[in-house]
């Protein structure tokens, strides 16, 4: 019964790290990425300082010695640096794909709404260049469903 326990409670703390580390590779991966696309558009410092503050906490809370902290550090350093390569190699892909999308969606439309597009996404296009991805009011959302980008 007890071996059960500790058993329970051993992978309740593997699922938990997991999700932690997981949660800080992605929020890396995204600021990295938002921030090759843009680096002026986010305030560097603030963000940075707030992450390491959080990645701090984090070891904290397993209570890692500094050669364990050194260790995991060089572990995400590594982990950040592989998924700038992944993104290189593959955004070229992306845009492929997406291109093609807008010419598909562009062929749905009539004159004017083809007008319309182009300018939503020549507007969203120099927000994304710009790193200010929210959208006004008057803006409307070509695609209904929620959670997805517009093309």
């Known amino acids: 019964m007890i071996a059960g326990s500790i058993k329970a409670k051993l992978l309740l703390f593997a ?15 995204y600021t990295t990425r938002v921030m090759t696309e843009s680096p002026d558009a986010l305030n560097p410092p603030d ?3 707030r992450a390491q503050r959080d990645i701090n906490k984090f070891y904290d ?3 890692l010695n500094q050669a364990q902290r050194e260790q995991m550090h060089k572990i995400g350093e ?4 592989e998924f700038q390569e992944l993104r290189k190699e ?3 892909r992306f845009a492929a794909i997406q291109e093609k999308s807008r010419v598909k969606i562009r062929a749905v439309l009539n004159d004017e709404q ?11 296009d120099e927000r994304r260049r710009n790193g ?8 409307h959302d ?10």
Do not use: W
Not at 78 to 81: A, Q
Not at 132 to 139: G, Y
Not at 142 to 151: A, H, I, K, L, S
């Open 15 to 29: 699922v938990f790290f997991i999700g932690i580390m997981t949660g800080v590779l992605i929020a890396n991966f």
């Open 47 to 49: 963000r940075t300082q």
């Open 61 to 63: 809370y397993l209570e």
């Open 78 to 81: 590594e982990t950040r640096h």
């Open 90 to 92: 593959t955004q070229p």
């Open 114 to 124: 083809r007008a319309k597009y182009d300018e939503f996404r020549s507007r969203m």
């Open 132 to 139: 200010n991805r929210d959208t006004d009011k008057n803006d």
């Open 142 to 151: 070509p695609n209904p469903e929620r959670g997805q980008r517009p093309n």
